[in-house]
Antibody, heavy 122, light 107 residues
Framework: QVQLVESGGGVVQPGGSLRLACAAS????????MHWVRQAPGKGLEWVAF????????YYADSVKGRFTISRDNSKNTLYLQMNSLRAEDTAVYFC???????????????WGQGTMVTVSS | EVMMTQSPATLSGSPGERATLSCRAS??????FAWYQQKPGQAPRLLIY???TRATGIPARFSGSGSGTEFTLTISSLQSEDFAIYYC?????????FGQGTKVEIK
């Protein structure tokens, strides 16, 4: 079955770094755009970053631009989010999710992982 | 950035009742619009995409309508499993943006 499994969350001090990973299975990972979406405790959903299937295009939320980097390894069916210069306001559950359409420009998010918690605190 | 505004913030309903949720975009997003359902401790689930197309496995009691800037999600007859938070989202522009959510609770 189609599945996304995040890992790498944890507790980190302000200014620290963390790398999240998302392992994909059950679909042809190398043909789908992928996203990271986060949710602060008790808050709504916030889109964070996107990479096209071939990494030719990447987009970021203004709140993370210059600090976070999205990447992927299609040979390992894995999506990454490198998070540097972390702030308290980055505390959230981070979900990876895939585009419904493989090569389309406009697509909803049809499969989500269970999320991994990132806590930024001293 | 396209702002998505959902109303109401909370909707109280009884099982069997009809529920209508609204979402307004700050500029046209054509039909590149989706609804998601989220239950406590779970990931969001795609309900509706392209404004009115039900995702795989979504019951027919869920329907979506609208285009441009005004969108509606209708649950024709609330079931116990429908009490959750619903988010709208536009995927016409970068950054992708979500509404703040509508909580559907039991009256």
């Amino acid at each position: 079955q189609v599945q996304l499994v995040e890992s790498g969350g944890g507790v980190v001090q302000p200014g620290g770094s963390l790398r999240l990973a998302c392992a994909a299975s059950g679909f042809t990972f190398s043909t789908y755009g992928m996203h990271w979406v986060r949710q602060a405790p008790g808050k709504g959903l916030e889109w964070v970053a996107f990479t096209r299937y071939d990494e030719s295009n990447k987009y970021y939320a203004d709140s993370v631009k210059g600090r976070f980097t999205i990447s992927r390894d299609n040979s390992k069916n894995t999506l990454y989010l490198q998070m540097n210069s972390l702030r308290a306001e980055d505390t959230a559950v981070y979900f990876c999710t895939k585009d419904y359409y493989g090569s389309g420009t406009y697509s909803a998010f049809d499969v989500w992982g269970q999320g991994t918690m990132v806590t930024v605190s001293s | 950035e396209v702002m998505m505004t959902q109303s109401p913030a909370t909707l109280s309903g009884s099982p069997g009742e009809r529920a209508t949720l609204s979402c307004r975009a700050s500029q046209s997003v054509s039909s590149n619009f989706a609804w998601y359902q989220q239950k406590p401790g779970q990931a969001p689930r795609l309900l509706i995409y392209y404004a009115s197309t039900r995702a795989t496995g979504i019951p027919a009691r869920f329907s979506g309508s609208g285009s441009g800037t005004e969108f509606t999600l209708t649950i024709s007859s609330l079931q116990s499993e429908d009490f959750a938070i619903y988010y709208c989202q536009q995927y016409n522009n970068w950054p992708r943006t979500f509404g703040q959510g509508t909580k559907v609770e039991i009256k």
